[in-house]
């Protein structure tokens, strides 16, 4: 994953909020655990992890709602104000700092498929997962999986944290 700027644009379904990406993200999850089958009613949800300076708005706003999560600390989804699309959202442990873009509101998500299936213990029996996948039960430590380019991204992102 390069740090070249990219083409990576995003839209709600009104298509009134527009945003795009300023590089590749640091790491792409697709996570079976239950919390976000309920959240996107659907098998699993599709996140690119990326610096919030890199998520750049082109149109409209977005309205931050506070989520219940399955840590207890709560996420905030940045959703689309009129067609409530959800567009990212941050986790308690990295803050605003850290995006979790959905990937599915890309123009094209294609762009981005998972580098690791997260949760596994509670996917969908019916997914059925290539054999050369990175997957995992629960979580994992990003130093064992990420690129290295992504966690020297990532540790800029905690020292400019830690600086503020
Ligand atoms: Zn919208
Ligand atoms: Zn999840």
């Known amino acids: 994953m390069g740090s070249e700027s990219t083409d990576l644009e995003g839209v709600c379904t009104c298509r009134s909020v527009r945003y795009r990406l300023a590089s590749a993200p640091l790491f792409v999850h697709c996570c079976h655990c239950r919390w976000c089958q309920r959240e996107t009613g659907s098998a699993f949800a599709l996140n690119a992890m990326i610096e919030a300076d890199r998520v750049a ?10 989520t219940p999560s399955q840590s207890g600390k709560g996420q905030k989804i940045a959703r689309c104000p009129r067609c409530r699309i959800a567009l990212w959202s941050n986790y308690a442990g990295a803050g605003d700092a850290l995006r979790f873009v959905r990937v599915g509101t890309l123009d094209e998500p294609d762009r981005l498929p998972p580098d690791i299936h997260i949760f596994t213990a509670s996917k969908q029996p019916w997914v059925l997962l290539p054999p050369d996948m ?7 430590k990003a130093s064992e999986r990420w690129p290295r380019e992504s966690l020297e991204r990532r540790a800029a992102l905690i020292a400019r944290a830690r600086s503020t």
């Open 57 to 66: 708005l082109l149109a409209g706003e977005v309205e931050v709602v506070d």
């Open 134 to 140: 990175p997957v995992v039960d629960e979580y994992y």
